[in-house]
């Protein structure tokens, strides 16, 4: 078994499609290049690249992707984040900051009007 590839979220931020940058994408503190996929995305490509080069996991998860989304997502897989960032990530979880200070989420989920417009990813 070959052994993933470790990024930091610096590195990933670098491919925010920019200046004919490839996009990744961390979701679940794996990463993935979606470059080629965007353009088929049945949401349209503004979904994407609203999280190009970032964590998009709570967006992912807000809209609601299918087994089939997350199947379709593994084929993008090009690494998985630095241990570090993957801690920094566990403390960010389920956590809001209004006004500069940080309040647990507790499981609320906002939903975007975006997340209206993809309907197949939320089947």
């Known amino acids: 078994m070959n052994e993933l590839a470790r990024y930091s979220l610096k590195e990933v931020a670098t491919r925010d499609g920019k200046e004919e940058a490839r996009v990744w994408i961390v979701i679940y503190d794996m990463v993935y290049d979606v470059t080629d996929y965007k353009d088929k995305h049945p949401g349209g490509t503004e979904l994407i690249e609203e999280y ?3 964590d998009a996991t709570r967006g992912f998860d807000e809209f609601g992707h299918s087994t089939d989304a997350k ?3 593994k084929n993008y897989l ?3 984040l630095v241990e570090e ?3 920094k990530n566990r403390r960010k979880k389920n ?3 209004i006004n500069g ?3 647990e989420e507790k499981g609320r989920r906002r939903r975007r009007f975006l997340s209206m417009l993809c309907g197949k990813c939320a089947t």
């Open 95 to 97: 956590r809001i900051s």
């Open 52 to 54: 190009a080069g970032q």
């Open 78 to 80: 090009v690494g998985e």
């Open 101 to 103: 200070i940080d309040i």
């Open 85 to 87: 960032d993957k801690i």
């Open 71 to 73: 199947r379709i997502l």
